[in-house]
């Protein structure tokens, strides 16, 4: 299921346990392949966005953007 339907849903226990696993995959990609590790945390700020929770989408847009500036 998507971030979005589980918010139209009202499954706010889905999604808390959606982005943890999500980012718990973009932690462990982080030495492999920051690159997608960002694209996760990204996603998840759209998924977010959309379901206006602009806080903590910005606060996951800020932390892909962060990788994205380490890897050049």
Known sequence: MRLSELADACDWLGVVALEREALAL?????????????????????GYFSTGDYGRAHDLHEQAKAICEALG
């Open 26 to 46: 973009a932690r462990e990609l982080r030495g492999a392949d920051p690159g997608l590790a960002s694209n996760i945390h990204s996603v998840l700020g759209n």
